[in-house]
């Protein structure tokens, strides 16, 4: 199985590929547009602000490639923001995905919201065999709120998407490669799909 991590300078990549090695699995990091396209599975990571980070997909016409796959990809984090309609970080335009705007927590809560938190009301092969209000590793500032593609949801101040399906693409806004066991469990039903 060939497993693409998009390479766009915006990513926890090496926690990721680590992961990804614990489950039997070997990534390769790549902006080739072949090999992402060539890939069984594409893994979206990112960490960091958005609209630099959709700079970098554009200046390598990632920003056209990724909506238009389609084999499994999985957005991580940043990843699964940017497959939103658009971000109040930067006031981005996202890639348009997920048909949800993602926006930020209130002055009222501290953000980014950092360490462990439940999901639940868990839906799709993503979660299979991971039980309702497992823990979570997140570290954010801006959620999407809860919607139609929601699969996994999340309190804090509100309750929101933590993760998102539409078609062949899924996202979590937490990040399964620091979420031990289950975390990697979550990683390895979406390499089964």
Same mark, same amino acid.
């Given at each position: 199985m060939k497993i693409v991590i998009i390479n766009y300078g915006a990513g926890n990549i090496q926690s990721i590929m680590f +992961?990804?090695?614990?489950?039997? %699995?070997?990534?390769v990091l790549s902006n080739n547009p072949e090999e992402i396209q060539a890939a069984d599975?594409?893994?979206? !990571? $990112?960490?960091?602000?958005?609209?630099?980070?959709m700079k970098k997909l554009k200046a390598s016409g990632l920003d056209t490639l990724i909506p238009n796959l389609?084999? !499994?990809v999985f957005g991580i984090c940043l990843g699964m923001q940017l497959m939103c309609n658009k971000t109040e970080e930067g006031n981005t335009e996202g890639l348009g995905i997920f048909d949800v705007d993602v926006i930020?927590?209130?002055?009222?809560?501290?953000? !980014?919201?950092?360490?462990w938190n439940q999901i639940y009301d868990l839906k799709t092969d993503l979660f299979k065999g991971v039980s309702e209000k497992e823990f979570m590793y997140l570290v954010h500032s801006?959620?999407? !709120?809860?919607?139609?593609e929601?699969? +996994?949801?999340?309190?804090?101040?509100?309750?929101?998407?933590s993760a998102l399906?539409?078609?062949? %693409?899924? $996202?979590?806004?937490?990040h399964p490669e620091k979420s031990g066991d289950v975390?990697?469990?979550i990683l390895g039903n979406f390499l089964k799909m």
């Open positions: +992961a990804i090695e614990r489950l039997g %699995f070997k990534a599975k594409v893994i979206f !990571p $990112g960490v960091g602000e958005a609209s630099y980070a389609k084999q !499994p930020k927590f209130s002055n009222k809560v501290k953000v !980014p919201q950092m360490g801006f959620y999407a !709120p809860k919607c139609a929601a699969i +996994a949801v999340t309190n804090y101040e509100v309750e929101y998407a399906q539409k078609d062949n %693409f899924y $996202g979590t806004q937490f975390g990697e469990k």
